[in-house]
């Protein structure tokens, strides 16, 4: 079974600054998509931004970037010009796209945004 | 509807009582998945639908947990004889047919279960 890391269980980073949460990952397959998803205390998780293994470019949606390293096995999630409702855990996930369909997620990230 | 729908929101429950979780998925999500959240921990899979194809249970933690979904319709999850352990959050979630779309999982807000 694949298994997902994230190494930091919190983060704290100051409003309008940068912050890189770090996420690994262990997988055979070459054909996989990657998430992060954030949680509020809503409990809601919400798709933070998707990279498909294929592309080598890395994702970006607004001010939210992977740093994807597939050789590395890597993917980490840079938040710029961080903003007060970006605190929330974030979950890094691995889906097989050719196996086993569910997601696997990591134990999280506590991001806290300080004014 | 719109999103994923679960329902109830919040459960408090006596050790030994019978649950059920309800999750109605969007409309034409052919895929259906239950996981289980502790508090302070990750996401736990617990079983995956998808159409009438045979469930996958193999996150299932003991035969006191089954889940049912008729075709492409709504799920139940069903905690027999409760324990304190089984306390946690719920999360449904919902994805289009394997291949297509985006992958992505669509999640509910979940259903809290307290068991006493």
């Known amino acids: 079974a694949q298994t997902v890391t994230q190494s930091q269980p919190e983060m704290s980073v100051q409003e309008a600054e940068t912050v890189t949460l770090s996420c690994t990952y262990d997988?055979?397959?070459?054909?996989?998509?990657l998430f992060w998803y954030k949680q509020p205390p809503s409990r809601q998780m919400i798709l933070v931004i998707r990279?498909?293994?294929?592309?080598?470019q890395n994702a970006t949606e607004n001010r939210f970037s992977v740093n994807f390293q597939k050789a590395a096995k890597s993917f980490s999630l840079k938040i710029s010009d961080s903003q007060l409702g970006d605190a929330a855990m974030y979950f890094c996930?691995?889906?097989?796209?050719?196996?086993?369909?569910?997601?696997?997620f990591g134990k999280g990230t506590s991001l806290l945004v300080t004014p | 509807g719109a999103g994923v729908s679960q329902s109830p929101s919040n459960k408090v429950t006596e050790k030994g009582k019978d649950v059920e979780l309800r999750c109605d998925p969007i409309?034409?999500?052919?895929?259906l998945y239950w996981y289980r959240q502790r508090l302070g921990q990750g996401l736990e899979f617990l079983i995956y639908?998808?159409?009438?194809?045979?469930?996958?249970k193999s996150g299932l933690p003991s035969d006191r947990f089954s889940a049912e979904r008729t075709g492409e319709s709504v799920s139940t999850l069903t905690i027999q004889r409760t324990q304190q352990e089984d306390s946690a959050v719920y999360l449904c979630?919902?994805?289009?047919?394997?291949?297509?779309?985006?992958?992505?999982?669509?999640f509910g807000e979940g259903s809290r279960l307290t068991v006493l």
């Open positions: 979630a919902s994805s289009a047919q394997v291949g297509a779309g985006t992958g992505e999982l669509f």
């Open positions: 996930a691995y889906r097989s796209r050719n196996s086993g369909y569910a997601l696997n």
């Open positions: 990279q498909e293994a294929y592309k080598q």
């Open positions: 639908f998808q159409g009438n194809s045979a469930p996958d």
């Open positions: 997988t055979s397959e070459s054909d996989y998509y």
């Open positions: 409309s034409g999500h052919t895929a």
